[in-house]
């Protein structure tokens, strides 16, 4: 297996599609719109095997000191093979004369990001809304 990385922003519908239902995202259920909203990613690194699209993340950024993970994924038959740590080594040496990269992660993904270098905030909490049409 040779899982090559591309720095890239057009994806089928159904290729999201597939990579986010795979790791269980509602998200993935909106295909049209992942379409769209890779397109107006700043970064979006990915991950192939072949012409599997595996492994996927995207950042957004105010253009000079702070960027924001939005998305980490990668497909469950490819864990533990590195792709995701590759990934956001990508990803910081993108933004590496930014000021703070920042990622909002769920508490079982703590240790992960821990490993790959970012720190647990001890003043701060991620906040959501994402019943907006309730």
Same mark, same amino acid.
């Given at each position: +297996?040779? $899982?090559?990385?591309? %720095?890239t922003?057009?994806f089928?519908? &159904? #290729?999201?599609?597939?990579?986010?239902? /795979?790791?269980?995202?509602?998200?993935?259920?909106?295909?049209?719109?992942?379409? @769209?909203a890779?397109?107006?990613? &700043?970064?979006? $690194?990915?991950?192939?095997?072949?012409?599997e699209?595996?492994?996927? $993340?995207?950042? +957004?950024?105010?253009? !000079? +000191?702070?960027? =924001?993970?939005? =998305?980490?994924? *990668?497909?469950?038959? =490819?864990?533990g093979?590195?792709?995701?740590?590759?990934?956001?080594?990508? $990803?910081? #040496?993108?933004?590496?004369?930014?000021?703070? !990269?920042? *990622? *909002?992660s769920?508490?079982?993904? @703590?240790?992960? =990001? &821990?490993?790959?270098?970012?720190?647990?905030?001890? %003043?701060? /909490?991620? +906040?959501? !809304?994402?019943d907006?049409?309730?």
């Amino acid at each position: +297996m040779n $899982i090559v990385y591309k %720095d890239t922003h057009e994806f089928s519908k &159904e #290729e999201l599609e597939e990579l986010f239902l /795979s790791v269980g995202w509602s998200s993935g259920h909106f295909p049209e719109k992942l379409v @769209v909203a890779m397109k107006n990613f &700043e970064s979006v $690194i990915t991950a192939w095997n072949d012409d599997e699209l595996v492994g996927l $993340i995207c950042a +957004m950024d105010d253009g !000079i +000191m702070t960027a =924001y993970v939005h =998305y980490l994924l *990668v497909k469950p038959d =490819y864990h533990g093979m590195g792709i995701g740590e590759t990934l956001v080594s990508k $990803i910081k #040496e993108h933004y590496v004369d930014y000021l703070r !990269i920042v *990622v *909002v992660s769920y508490n079982d993904e @703590v240790e992960f =990001y &821990e490993h790959c270098g970012f720190k647990k905030a001890d %003043d701060a /909490s991620a +906040m959501f !809304i994402t019943d907006l049409w309730t």
